[in-house]
């Protein structure tokens, strides 16, 4: 007989077989330390499971904390970021009130209040203060393309506004309407605003001119052209050559004449040459 095993009898109904097996006896006499293996080994899963959902949790926290801060820096940078476009829409403002005064004090201007935030008796909302300096911005750039402002020729000034001594000799003295800019012929002489050619032709003294109509009320005109580059009505855009310099009509050499008459009447083209 093996004593190193023990048969282990399973015994059913009356009506079925009695079935039996085999166990080493050490099985049975080590059962104790199978035990604690099989709980160590359950302690262990245990341990493993109840370390990773504690890292869950903590996870969960950190990125809920982790969202709340972020929630609280984000409305802090949206409140500063409210405070600088309030402070940058008060700044263009101001800076559109300025313009409009400058523009106005100069007579440049034919529209009246157009700088400053608009009266409403409603708050106005930043995006309201966007939409108004916009359009503001629009009226500003055509009221300023159609003004008459810059030099139409690059050319060194030899003559000023106003009274100077007879070009043709002699100790009198006369009325000079416009500005004068020497150069070599046919250099070509630009534009400097938009508006309609009033006239491209001779012109008495001026010689071959062009008259420009602007829709601020104001003309420009050039004149002693060698030749002119338009035609009556044609539409004109700042920038575009009218004529090239020459020495027609009651002139001394190669010159331009420029003048910016205001309802028919010349006016010193000097604050409209450069925009300090």
Request: proline share 3%.
């Amino acid at each position: 007989m093996d004593t190193k095993k023990v048969t282990v009898l399973i015994i059913g109904n009356d009506d079925e077989d009695v079935k039996s097996f085999e166990l080493n006896r050490s099985l049975i006499t080590n059962y104790k330390k199978y035990l604690i293996y099989a709980g160590s080994a359950l302690l262990a899963v245990f341990l493993i499971c109840f370390t990773i959902f504690a890292y869950s949790v903590k996870i969960s926290i950190d990125k809920s904390s982790l969202n709340s801060q972020l929630t609280s820096v984000n409305e802090k940078l949206n409140k500063y970021d409210s405070l600088q476009l309030s402070q940058k829409l008060n700044k263009i403002d101001n800076n559109l009130s300025m313009i409009d005064g400058y523009l106005k004090e100069r007579g440049l201007l034919k529209n009246e209040n157009i700088g400053g935030v608009p009266s409403s008796k409603k708050q106005l909302t930043q995006f309201d203060k966007i939409n108004f300096y916009e359009n503001q911005s629009e009226i500003f750039y055509h009221t300023l393309r159609d003004l008459p402002i810059g030099y139409p020729y690059n050319g060194t000034k030899s003559s000023d506004y106003g009274y100077r001594r007879n070009p043709f000799g002699g100790f009198s003295s006369e009325f000079h309407g416009g500005v004068d800019f020497k150069g070599p012929v046919g250099d070509p002489i630009y534009a400097t605003g938009d508006g309609v050619i009033n006239r491209c032709d001779w012109y008495n003294g001026y010689g071959n001119a062009v008259v420009i109509d602007h829709e601020s009320g104001y003309q420009s005109l050039f004149g002693h052209l060698s030749s002119v580059n338009v035609v009556q009505g044609q539409q004109i855009k700042a920038g575009d050559v009218i004529g090239f310099l020459g020495s027609t009509g009651r002139s001394t050499g190669p010159h331009l004449h420029y003048e910016i008459r205001k309802d028919g009447n010349d006016i010193s083209p000097e604050p409209f040459l450069r925009v300090y």
